[in-house]
């Protein structure tokens, strides 16, 4: 097997194992009201795709594991171009924008685990590090997507029944602009924060195997 038929074939299954890992998260984690969900370390395998192959192919398969969760997120995708869904009429521009950093951006840069694979010595921190920083782009990807788009819901989010004191303070005294911000960092850290974490543990225990982190030849 030539190294780039061997490369094709690694990344190949590791980007079903992350489908799997989606899938099996779909069926025993609660999925967020308004879209994200907290994973099985569905997002590892790409990550380590960059590891070991580098991060320009890394961002290529990270691509097309982008267009595999928007396969995915088919339903929520076709809702977006439906009329009400981010209010009276059909916005086909917010849909767009939705496509672009919830599944286009927000996959695509977890290519970059691999950026501290020849920056950092111990493998597991290098390993860890990228999987931290890929994570945390996809966590920008979806911060801007939910101030662009449904910065609107930031007070009723924050004054709900039962949400702590707090965010009866924020509303009281951010403006409109910032209360959406910290709205979208508050609303997808609440299963990116976790999952970035979580990632992060496993890929420094991951990193114990050998054959893991030694880079393809």
Same mark, same amino acid.
């Given at each position: 097997?030539?190294?780039?038929?061997?490369?094709?074939?690694?990344?190949?299954?590791?980007?079903?194992?992350?489908?799997?890992?989606?899938?099996?998260?779909?069926?025993?984690?609660?999925?967020?009201?308004?879209?994200?969900?907290?994973?099985?370390?569905?997002?590892?395998?790409?990550?380590?795709?960059?590891?070991?192959?580098?991060?320009?192919?890394?961002?290529?398969?990270?691509?097309?594991?982008?267009?595999?969760?928007?396969?995915?997120?088919?339903?929520?995708?076709?809702?977006?171009?439906?009329?009400?869904?981010?209010? /009276?009429?059909?916005?086909?521009?917010?849909?767009?924008?939705?496509?672009?950093? /919830?599944?286009?951006?927000?996959?695509?840069?977890?290519?970059?685990?691999?950026?501290?694979?020849?920056?950092?010595?111990?493998?597991?921190?290098?390993?860890?590090?990228?999987?931290?920083?890929?994570?945390?782009?996809?966590?920008?990807?979806?911060?801007?997507?939910?101030?662009?788009?449904?910065?609107?819901?930031?007070?009723?989010?924050?004054?709900?029944?039962?949400?702590?004191?707090?965010?009866?303070?924020?509303?009281?005294?951010?403006?409109?602009?910032?209360?959406?911000?910290?709205?979208?960092?508050?609303?997808?850290?609440?299963?990116?924060?976790?999952?970035?974490?979580?990632?992060?543990?496993?890929?420094?225990?991951?990193?114990?195997?050998?054959?893991?982190?030694?880079?393809?030849?």
């Amino acid at each position: 097997m030539t190294s780039k038929t061997r490369r094709l074939t690694e990344s190949a299954m590791l980007l079903a194992l992350a489908i799997v890992l989606e899938l099996l998260s779909k069926m025993f984690i609660p999925e967020m009201p308004f879209g994200g969900q907290i994973t099985l370390v569905s997002m590892l395998p790409v990550v380590l795709i960059s590891y070991r192959h580098g991060v320009k192919w890394g961002l290529v398969s990270a691509f097309a594991y982008a267009l595999l969760e928007m396969a995915i997120g088919t339903k929520t995708v076709m809702a977006a171009f439906q009329p009400g869904y981010f209010g /009276d009429g059909v916005l086909i521009a917010n849909a767009l924008i939705m496509c672009l950093l /919830d599944y286009v951006v927000a996959f695509t840069v977890l290519g970059l685990g691999g950026l501290f694979r020849n920056k950092i010595q111990n493998s597991g921190v290098a390993l860890m590090t990228g999987s931290l920083v890929a994570l945390g782009a996809r966590y920008v990807a979806h911060i801007a997507s939910g101030y662009i788009l449904f910065a609107g819901y930031a007070e009723w989010f924050f004054t709900q029944e039962g949400f702590p004191a707090w965010g009866t303070s924020l509303v009281e005294s951010l403006s409109p602009e910032l209360l959406g911000f910290v709205y979208s960092v508050v609303y997808n850290g609440m299963y990116m924060i976790p999952e970035m974490i979580i990632t992060a543990v496993v890929a420094l225990l991951l990193a114990r195997v050998p054959k893991i982190v030694t880079k393809a030849s």
